[in-house]
């Protein structure tokens, strides 16, 4: 009984050594993804290439040009363009955002008048639209507070960012990539090396042998399911030590989460290869199934809640959706068990029905 | 066990899928030590009938044993006593020689030493000393239909179903492989082989002809053709397949 298994798992192992396709999924691919979202994929925003007309020419409003230029986030690329040039500007994006300080800026300020500044911006990326904005405002609004602080009684906000104080879009991209990484990589690993033994009939001749069901599957899914959780520590010690992802939270906890969402992969995986003799409709049918939903709808990148109400149905029966907040709360916050217990059951409950189903499927596949 | 109990026996057997009849009401039975050839235009059911014999498939009706176990009951118990090798060649074309006799011994539930031994039989016998440690994609396609046939006897089965072992070998090959055959037969091993060649069914002692799922003919060689009077059994498949008068 143990013999044959061992036999199957060791068997399993040395295809795992010599596919170059199984090396390719399991190293390159994880890797690749980690510098692609670790690097290039960033959320912050910096250097933005802004212009500014003065039409003020006075200290007063040169204090505004000086506070901007010495902001990190705004990088000055047009000063006084004509007024003929702006929309040029904006075309060849020159500018992404232009400032104008009225002719009657230093007067009013004297007078204490209310003064208005007009702030244009290229909305054709809303969201950096909105930053900019923000990040104007809060500029203005500092300039106003240094005019103003002996007359007027301002409150202020005092933020004190929780977690990730740096914001760092690397601190929310990685924890987040191992779940794409993980369910992509055991699915497919597993629907492959399934479908692989049939496409080569070698399926037929373990079918023959008096080897149980039961074998074939633990005997396969053991040696991916080993390989996808190295991955997954693989992925977690790159992003601790190349990108300083701070790891708040218990390692062991996250080990065992990852042990249950890897299974949860291998499961799909199974469920794929009893439906395909194909490893090209595999492969695509992996991707399409594990990939999309998880990239998209799992709150990997969008937040669930400003989907539509039919994406948030959809986005509650992604394994990947409980595992982001299992392994952000983990890395992140520190959270333990007591606060995760619910996206667990949930996780194990998904994962369960998953693997019985594909077993059943699998055994039935069998018996054809 | 009694020593005539390994044999096939099959009374009425039938397998439908939905409306369509694969196999249609076919009985026969096979002695210990015969080669059986099992002869048939593709479609007629011949890989159908294997597939209940194997254990891989369960039959509409009928009864069947194999090595005297019941194909419904007991097809772990068939499993074990049957060696099978498919049209597909069936070895791991990323394993060595060697890794393949091993895997195949493991599965069969061999021990160590068992393995150890059968390999170095094996290796003797194929003369595959040199290659042991090669990449099994790197052998001939003759050589691997030999090595795959010695593999499906690791564990000793009384009972050999090659479905359509030599497709796509060529002849030299193909004569290498019936002496292995005759081997086997010689020691006291139930052959049971469908083919496509139709000078390999010269080489049973008895051939039957499926057509549309039903078993038409069932004697030896010589019988049939005397029978069709026709020189070889070439003539006689096609009289039959025709269905042309006797």
Redesign the interface.
């Known amino acids: 009984m143990n013999?044959?298994l061992?036999?199957?798992m060791?068997?399993e192992f040395?295809?795992i050594i010599?596919?170059p396709q199984t090396l390719v999924i399991a190293i390159l691919m994880p890797v690749m993804m980690l510098f692609l979202y670790g690097y290039a994929i960033n959320l912050e925003m910096k250097q933005i290439d802004v212009g500014i007309a003065d039409l003020s020419a006075t200290p007063q409003s040169r204090q505004i040009v000086e506070r901007l230029a010495s902001n990190d986030f705004f990088n000055i690329t047009i000063i006084n363009p004509d007024y003929k040039d702006y929309e040029k500007l904006f075309k060849y994006r020159k500018m992404r955002s232009l400032l104008i300080i009225p002719v009657d800026y230093a007067k009013k300020i004297e007078l204490n008048n209310k003064v208005q500044l007009q702030l244009l911006i290229d909305a054709s990326d809303p969201n950096a639209a909105n930053y900019i904005n923000n990040y104007f405002s809060a500029v203005i609004f500092e300039e106003t507070i240094g005019i103003n602080h002996r007359k007027i009684n301002l409150y202020s906000v005092e933020p004190r960012i929780l977690y990730n104080p740096d914001m760092r879009s690397a601190n929310f991209f990685i924890p987040g990539l191992i779940a794409v990484i993980l369910i992509l990589v055991s699915a497919l690993l597993t629907s492959i090396a399934v479908v692989r033994e049939k496409e080569?009939?070698?399926m037929?001749?373990?079918?023959?042998?008096?080897?149980h069901p039961y074998q074939i599957i633990i005997g396969k899914v053991l040696p991916y399911t080993l390989l996808g959780y190295i991955n997954g520590v693989m992925i977690l010690a790159m992003g601790s030590l190349i990108f300083d992802v701070p790891i708040v939270g218990s390692l062991l906890l996250i080990n065992f989460m990852m042990l249950i969402y890897v299974l949860c992969g291998m499961s799909f995986g199974l469920l794929i290869s009893t439906i395909t003799d194909s490893q090209q409709i595999a492969l695509m049918a992996t991707l399409m199934i594990t990939m999309l939903p998880t990239v998209l709808l799992s709150g990997f990148i969008f937040p669930i809640k400003s989907m539509p109400d039919l994406f948030q149905y959809i986005s509650y029966v992604i394994p990947a959706t409980y595992f982001l907040e299992i392994i952000r709360g983990i890395i992140l916050k520190g959270n333990g068990i007591s606060e995760l217990y619910q996206q667990t059951l949930i996780l194990s409950g998904i994962t369960i029905f998953l693997l019985s189903l594909s077993i059943k499927k699998f055994k039935t596949n069998l018996?054809? | 066990m009694s020593e005539n109990s390994y044999t096939v026996e099959v009374h009425n057997l039938t397998k439908k899928f939905g409306s369509f009849i694969a196999v249609d009401n076919i009985s026969f039975s096979v002695q210990k030590g015969e080669i059986f050839g099992f002869l048939g235009a593709n479609g007629a059911g011949k890989t159908t009938a294997i597939r209940m014999l194997c254990g891989l498939l369960l039959p509409t009706s009928g009864e069947a044993t194999v090595a005297g176990f019941d194909v419904y009951k007991k097809s772990e118990k068939i499993k074990s006593n049957i060696g099978y090798m498919s049209q597909k060649f069936s070895l791991y074309e990323d394993l060595t020689v060697r890794e393949n006799i091993q895997f195949y011994g493991g599965i069969y539930g061999l021990t160590r030493k068992e393995i150890a031994q059968k390999t170095d039989d094996l290796l003797h016998y194929l003369n595959l000393w040199e290659q042991a440690d090669q990449l099994t994609s790197a052998l001939p396609l003759g050589w691997k239909q030999r090595m795959a046939l010695s593999v499906a006897l690791l564990h000793d089965p009384q009972i050999i179903f090659l479905d359509e072992p030599t497709s796509g070998v060529d002849p030299i090959s193909r004569r290498n492989f019936w002496k292995l055959i005759y081997q086997l037969s010689g020691e006291g091993k139930t052959v049971f082989v469908t083919t496509h060649y139709m000078d390999e069914a010269e080489y049973c002692d008895r051939v039957s002809i499926m057509q549309e799922g039903k078993i038409v003919e069932l004697d030896t060689p010589k019988g049939l053709k005397s029978h069709y009077k026709a020189k070889n059994m070439q003539q006689v498949f096609l009289n039959v397949v025709n269905g042309e008068s006797k």
């Open positions: 013999r044959i061992l036999s199957i060791r068997k040395i295809h010599r596919d080569n009939g070698t037929e001749q373990l079918m023959v042998s008096p080897v018996q054809l």
